[in-house]
C-alpha cells in the first residue's frame, strides 16, 4: 500500500514539474541563441566611453555641475536610434556604410566623403591615443612620449589579435569596458552625489550659459561617433549567415537586444562622468581643465583609490578605443575608395599628430574637446547617408526605412547641424 501510495503522488508531481522544466529549457535556449549574436554593439560601445568623453565630461561637470547630464541622455538616444540604422544598413545589403555610398553616389563624391570620414577618423584616434598615453603617465608616471610609443604597441597588439577572429577582439574590447565601468562605479560610491539634482538635470535640459554650449557640441561629438556609425554596419556581417527575409529580421532583433544593452552600459558610465565631476569639483569649486589635474584632484578629495580608479578607467577607454579607431579607419579607407594600406602602416601616419602634440607641450585636455566638436561637425555626412540609402527598397528589401524612421532621421541630423551652426556664430561673434 506504501508503494502504491508513493507511486501515485509521484505520478501526481510529475506533470507539475514538466512546464517548469520545459520553460526554464526554452529560456536557456533563448540566452543561448542571444549570446551568439552580442558582441559587435560592445565593440562600438567603446566609442562612447573613449577618453574624448572623459574630457568632455569632466569639463561639463566641473564647469556646469550636474546641468548637462541631459545632453549625455539625449545624445545616447541618438546613439541607439543611429547604431541601430546602421546594423539594420549591413544586415540587409550584406555591405557596410562606405561599400554602399561607393555603389550609390558618384566616384567623386566618394573621394569627399573619404576625406571628410578620414579627417574625422584622425580626431577619433587623436582623441584615443592621447587617452591612452595619459593614462600610463598618471598610472605609472612614465613620460608622455614613452607613454606613447608604449600606447602605440599595446594597440598593434590588440589589432594583431583580429588575426584570430572578430569574436576574440570582442572578448578583449568588452573586458575592457568592464574595467571602465568597474571604475566608474568605484568613483560614484566613493564621490557621494546629489541624486535629486542627478533626477532632475537628467530630465530637463538646460544650458547655464554660450560656454556650455561648446561642450555640450563636443559632448554630443564625443558621444554619437562618425567613425562608429560606418564600422557597426561592418562588424554585422560576421553574423550574416541567413539571408533569407526572415533570418535579416531575426538577425535585426537580435541586433536590437545587442544595441541597446550595450549603448545603455555606456550612457551609464558618461552619466557617471559628468556626476562624479559635479559631486566633486564642481561642489568644492574646482573647474578642472586637464586631465593631470583631475587625476591629481581626485587625490586629495576622495582619495587615492578614486585617483586609481580614474587613471585604470582612462588607460582601458584609450587602449580599447585606439584598436576601434584603427579597424574602423580600415573599413572607411577601403570601402569608399577601394584604399588598403596595411593597418600597421595606417597605424603610425595616426599616431603622429598624437606625438606631435604630446611632445611641443599643448595642453591633451583642450585638444581633446575641440577633437570632439570637430567630430559633431562630421557627424551628419554619415547620417545622411544611411537616410538615402536606407530609404531605397531596391538596397534594403523587407528592411526599408518606413516615414517615421526616416522623419527621426532627418529630424537628428537637422538638430546636429542646427547646433553647429549656432556654435559656429557664437565663435565668429565672440560670444563663446
Known amino acids: 500500500m506504501e508503494n502504491e501510495r508513493s507511486l501515485r503522488n509521484a505520478d501526481v508531481?510529475?506533470?507539475?514539474?514538466?512546464?517548469?522544466?520545459?520553460?526554464?529549457?526554452?529560456?536557456?535556449?533563448?540566452?543561448?541563441?542571444?549570446?551568439?549574436?552580442?558582441?559587435?554593439?560592445?565593440?562600438?560601445?567603446?566609442?562612447?566611453?573613449d577618453p574624448g568623453n572623459f574630457a568632455t565630461n569632466i569639463s561639463g561637470g566641473s564647469k556646469f555641475g550636474y546641468s548637462l547630464i541631459w545632453v549625455v541622455l539625449f545624445s545616447n538616444l541618438m546613439a541607439i536610434f543611429l547604431q541601430i540604422m546602421s546594423a539594420k544598413l549591413g544586415i540587409a545589403t550584406g555591405h557596410n556604410l562606405p561599400e554602399m555610398c561607393a555603389k550609390v553616389f558618384p566616384k567623386n563624391a566618394n573621394w569627399i566623403f573619404w576625406i571628410v570620414a578620414e579627417i574625422g577618423a584622425m580626431a577619433t584616434d587623436l582623441a584615443e591615443f592621447l587617452g591612452g598615453t595619459l593614462g600610463l603617465y598618471l598610472l605609472f608616471n612614465i613620460p608622455m612620449i614613452y607613454a606613447g610609443l608604449l600606447t602605440g604597441l599595446i594597440t598593434f597588439f590588440i589589432c594583431y589579435m583580429e588575426k584570430y577572429g572578430q569574436k576574440v577582439i570582442e572578448i578583449i574590447i568588452s573586458i575592457l569596458v568592464a574595467?571602465?565601468?568597474?571604475?566608474?562605479?568605484?568613483?560614484?560610491?566613493?564621490?557621494?552625489p546629489d541624486w535629486v539634482q542627478v533626477g532632475v538635470h537628467t530630465i530637463i535640459p538646460s544650458l547655464p550659459n554660450n560656454d556650455a554650449l561648446l561642450i555640450a557640441v563636443g559632448m554630443l561629438g564625443a558621444t554619437v561617433m562618425p567613425h562608429v556609425i560606418y564600422l557597426h554596419s561592418?562588424?554585422?556581417?560576421?553574423?550574416?549567415?541567413?539571408?533569407?527575409?526572415?533570418?535579416?529580421?531575426k538577425h535585426l532583433k537580435m541586433e536590437k537586444i545587442d544595441v541597446s544593452i550595450a549603448m545603455n552600459i555606456a550612457f551609464i558610465v558618461n552619466a557617471a562622468m559628468v556626476v562624479v565631476s559635479a559631486a566633486v569639483f564642481n561642489k568644492n569649486g574646482l573647474i578642472v581643465d586637464t586631465i593631470e589635474q583631475a587625476h591629481t584632484s581626485l587625490q586629495p578629495l576622495l582619495g587615492s583609490l578614486s585617483s586609481g580608479a580614474f587613471g585604470?578607467?582612462?588607460?582601458?577607454?584609450?587602449?580599447?578605443?585606439?584598436?576601434?579607431?584603427?579597424?574602423?579607419?580600415?573599413?572607411?579607407?577601403?570601402?569608399?575608395?577601394?584604399?588598403?594600406?596595411?593597418?600597421?602602416?595606417?597605424?603610425?601616419?595616426?599616431?603622429?599628430?598624437?606625438?606631435?602634440?604630446?611632445?611641443?607641450?599643448?595642453?591633451?585636455?583642450?585638444?581633446?574637446?575641440?577633437s570632439q566638436v570637430a567630430l559633431s561637425f562630421i557627424l551628419p555626412f554619415p547620417i545622411i547617408q544611411m537616410l538615402i540609402i536606407a530609404k531605397r527598397k531596391d538596397l534594403?528589401?523587407?528592411?526599408?526605412?518606413?516615414?517615421?524612421?526616416?522623419?527621426?532621421?532627418?529630424?537628428?541630423?537637422?538638430?546636429?547641424?542646427?547646433?553647429?551652426?549656432?556654435?559656429?556664430?557664437?565663435?565668429?561673434t565672440g560670444n563663446v
Open 13 to 49: 508531481s510529475v506533470p507539475r514539474l514538466l512546464p517548469e522544466k520545459k520553460e526554464l529549457s526554452s529560456n536557456t535556449s533563448k540566452l543561448r541563441q542571444l549570446s551568439k549574436f552580442l558582441g559587435p554593439a560592445f565593440i562600438v560601445s567603446v566609442a562612447y566611453v
Open 179 to 192: 574595467i571602465i565601468c568597474i571604475a566608474y562605479t568605484i568613483e560614484l560610491f566613493l564621490s557621494k
Open 234 to 249: 561592418q562588424l554585422v556581417q560576421h553574423r550574416c549567415t541567413d539571408s533569407s527575409i526572415k533570418g535579416k529580421l
Open 312 to 370: 585604470i578607467a582612462l588607460l582601458a577607454s584609450g587602449l580599447s578605443s585606439s584598436a576601434v579607431g584603427t579597424i574602423a579607419g580600415q573599413t572607411i579607407m577601403k570601402g569608399f575608395v577601394n584604399i588598403s594600406i596595411p593597418v600597421n602602416i595606417r597605424r603610425l601616419i595616426t599616431m603622429m599628430p598624437a606625438l606631435f602634440i604630446i611632445a611641443i607641450g599643448v595642453n591633451p585636455m583642450n585638444v581633446l574637446v575641440l
Open 396 to 428: 534594403m528589401g523587407a528592411l526599408v526605412n518606413n516615414g517615421f524612421v526616416r522623419l527621426f532621421g532627418i529630424l537628428i541630423s537637422a538638430t546636429i547641424i542646427l547646433l553647429n551652426i549656432l556654435l559656429l556664430y557664437l565663435t565668429f
